[in-house]
């Protein structure tokens, strides 16, 4: 299987699904002409033409907006916000109007958007770029959300997304781009709501999306290595529809869980997951639902320090040897 | 043009109005008169305590949304903020489903989900009824860009306030039109008043609002509302320019609203604005009384139609408050449906994962 970057998964994705359906329609701020700002558009303007691949102004409200009026006369735009932390300015079109038109109208009206961009903090580049809104909008019922953490999943996950009938929003993460996995050639589509067991493990559960995946993959191996603890990971890749059955049998078996979690502790996706444990599988736990989410506070510019903010190996190690 | 010299013309002899028969004309009579009727009863179920939230009138302004919707064809679309039961009249909706969704009954137009704010009827080409001030304008944008891409000859009608006008969503709309020729047409419906402030106190004004597109090249024209003869002849020449050569315009209708901003506004009368201000424009300018004389004067309408007209749009507006007090409310299990289509339809992707968080 082709090992390729995360980028040029969700790249193909597009591809694959501008040419399976004339009405997808890739709009955003470069990424046509200037092939995307972090080139996950590569290439598709000088193939599909302005069409199907559309640059516009810096007006994040009025070209989200523009994506769900066109949605609802069927069309299936796919947006990019340059940084999901861009997502503030047209906060009133995603939340009210792609989030609850279909409510509102009583079902009479669909808004299939995909909205996408990179949604991650540790690039240095102060508190107004680095924020992770998966929990804000996943607080949202009308929303779907999905967070990728490798290409392989990206590209799957991507294609549901477009293909599926209610707005959702795709998680990306600038540090991922460049990463490499496998990818087979022929195609595939990953389900929204079902989780992904990353790694199997006994002794506890750490569960993740996005790029925390990789950090309790990594602080796993060194559980093993280290400390003969044996770690499950289990990856969400949707927080919303989310999949309990997966998280809830892992700690079942393991009977701990540390939630492993970019967001900011306050309400964030991890808080919703601690309470889903607690609920159902209060019995089957021999410890209290450990947390390792961002530092909370604005994310730090400093670039020998922003790296400490978001979570790291050793936390995720001391949080889980605090319960093992 | 200027708001005098468009008031020395006949706008009855615009092509668009020439060539209307008696009984078209009659209909666009009826048309405001229905909206006239709809609102008086739904002010007094409000009144009543009957219905909840708010309830935004539109009386005194039902020229605006007739005459505007008169002229939609197969392709023309409409969308308009929370002021919305004229518009939803205009376009066809029934007065049953109209006060039902007022009741909050299951069998309103959004099955009580929305609310007096929010009606909608896409098989009507009409998507609402939005509750944020402004919010609806890049979507009407977007209907607009729907229609180009799919090739149809066809224009969105984005209707606004004068409230709305002071948003930014609104100016980044107006950019992305002009920039990308789509064919919208924004309607500034100026009533004067955004709630409590009146438009001296929160706009800067040279000539008019409409006049602000300027900064984008994009055309635009003032002109008087109350006449529905003139909202139709400005409002033609807007939609064949967007239908001829895909190009944005706004539109800015004098008018004026009897009620305050919302039911529960009591400072409209004696507070913002004079009892005085109010009794003058009913008297001289109500749209529903200048075109009953128009027609009476064109020998097309007698007093005795016109309380016929009257008398039946009242009747069913009573018989559309019967209807929805009859009707059933929506049940707690209704909470749950129409928030995600997948669910609805119960498909694979609807029956995967969880995605409602109650216990």
Redesign the interface.
């Known amino acids: 299987m082709p090992l390729i970057e995360y980028r040029d998964a969700l790249n193909q994705a597009f591809a694959e699904e501008i040419e399976r359906d004339p009405n997808v329609?890739l709009i955003g701020e470069e990424v046509a002409q200037y092939d995307g700002a972090y080139k996950v558009t590569r290439g598709l303007w000088k193939k599909y033409g302005d069409?199907r691949v559309m640059d516009?102004?810096i007006?994040e409200?009025?070209?989200?907006?523009?994506?769900?009026?066109?949605?609802?006369?069927?069309?299936r735009p796919v947006m990019e916000l340059m940084f999901w932390s861009f997502a503030t300015v047209a906060y009133?079109?995603i939340v009210?109007?792609a989030g609850q038109?279909?409510?509102?109208?009583?079902?009479?009206?669909?808004c299939?958007i995909v909205i996408r961009g990179p949604a991650n903090g540790g690039t240095n580049v102060g508190a107004t770029h680095s924020h992770t809104p998966e929990n804000w909008l996943a607080a949202i019922?009308?929303l779907?959300v999905v967070s990728a953490a490798n290409a392989y999943d990206a590209k799957g996950l991507m294609k549901?997304a477009i293909r599926?009938?209610?707005p959702v929003m795709f998680m990306e993460n600038t540090l991922l781009y460049g990463e490499k996995y496998e990818v087979p050639e022929e195609e595939y589509l990953i389900?929204?709501?079902?989780a992904d067991v990353k790694r199997e493990g006994t002794d506890v559960t750490l569960v993740a999306h996005g790029r925390a995946v990789l950090t309790a993959l990594k602080a796993a191996e060194l559980l093993a290595a280290e400390h003969d603890i044996s770690a499950e990971v289990v990856d969400l890749r949707?927080i919303?529809?989310?999949?309990?059955a997966t998280v809830l049998a892992s700690v079942r078996k393991t009977h701990r869980a540390v939630l492993v979690d970019e967001n900011k502790p306050f309400c964030g996706v991890s808080s919703?997951i601690s309470s889903m444990i607690m609920?159902q599988a209060f019995d089957d736990l021999d410890a209290p639902v450990g947390r390792v989410c961002s530092l909370d506070a604005p994310a730090i510019y400093s670039p020998a320090v922003e790296p400490l903010q978001l979570p790291t190996p050793d936390r995720i190690i001391k949080k889980v040897r605090e319960i093992c | 043009m200027t708001k005098s010299a468009a008031r020395s013309v006949d706008h009855a002899e615009a092509p668009i109005n020439a060539n209307l028969s008696s009984e078209e004309k009659i209909q666009l009579l009826r048309g405001m008169v229905r909206i006239r009727r709809f609102e008086l009863q739904a002010a007094k179920i409000y009144n009543a305590g009957k219905m909840g939230g708010f309830l935004h009138l539109y009386n005194g302004q039902e020229s605006v949304a007739v005459g505007t919707t008169s002229l939609m064809g197969d392709n023309d679309?409409v969308?308009t903020a929370y002021r919305n039961h004229g518009h939803a009249l205009a376009v066809g909706m029934s007065m049953n489903e109209c006060m039902a969704e007022l009741y909050g009954k299951a069998t309103?137009?959004?099955?009580?989900?929305?609310g007096s704010m929010?009606f909608?009827?896409?098989?009507k080409n009409y998507?609402?009824?939005?509750?944020?001030v402004g919010?609806q304008?890049?979507?009407?944008?977007?209907?607009?860009?729907?229609?180009k891409?799919?090739g149809l000859t066809g224009a969105?009608l984005c209707f606004l306030g004068d409230g709305a006008v002071n948003q930014?969503?609104f100016y980044?709309?107006l950019?992305?039109a002009s920039?990308f020729e789509l064919p919208v047409i924004y309607i500034i419906e100026n009533n004067k008043y955004s709630m409590g402030t009146s438009m001296e106190r929160s706009s800067v004004v040279d000539k008019c609002l409409a006049q602000r597109a300027e900064a984008f090249k994009i055309e635009w024209q003032q002109a008087g509302g109350e006449d529905i003869y003139e909202v139709r002849a400005v409002t033609k020449k807007a939609i064949d320019r967007a239908h001829k050569e895909s190009k944005p315009m706004v539109l800015e209708f004098d008018t004026y609203r009897y009620y305050g901003h919302s039911v529960a506004d009591a400072k409209h009368k004696g507070g913002y604005r004079q009892e005085e201000e109010i009794e003058k424009y009913k008297k001289e300018h109500d749209p529903i009384q200048l075109f009953k004389k128009r027609l009476i004067a064109e020998k097309v309408l007698s007093e005795e139609q016109f309380e016929a007209i009257d008398a039946g749009e009242k009747a069913e507006a009573i018989a559309a408050s019967k209807f929805a007090e009859e009707s059933p409310s929506p049940t707690e299990a209704n909470i749950f449906?129409?928030?995600?289509?997948?669910v609805?339809r119960q498909t694979?992707?609807g029956r995967?994962?969880?995605?409602?968080?109650n216990?």
């Open positions: 329609v069409k516009t102004p007006s409200a009025a070209f989200i907006g523009m994506g769900v009026g066109a949605s609802m006369l069927g069309l009133d079109q009210n109007n038109i279909r409510y509102m109208s009583g079902g009479l009206i669909n299939p019922p009308g779907k549901t599926d009938n209610d389900p929204l709501g079902l949707s919303r529809p989310l999949d309990e919703q609920e | 679309h969308i309103g137009c959004s099955k009580g989900k929305g929010h909608f009827a896409p098989d998507w609402g009824g939005h509750g944020i919010g304008t890049p979507l009407g944008l977007g209907l607009a860009y729907g229609l891409y799919k969105a930014g969503c980044e709309s950019n992305m920039l449906e129409d928030v995600y289509f997948e609805d694979e992707a995967t994962g969880r995605h409602f968080f216990n």
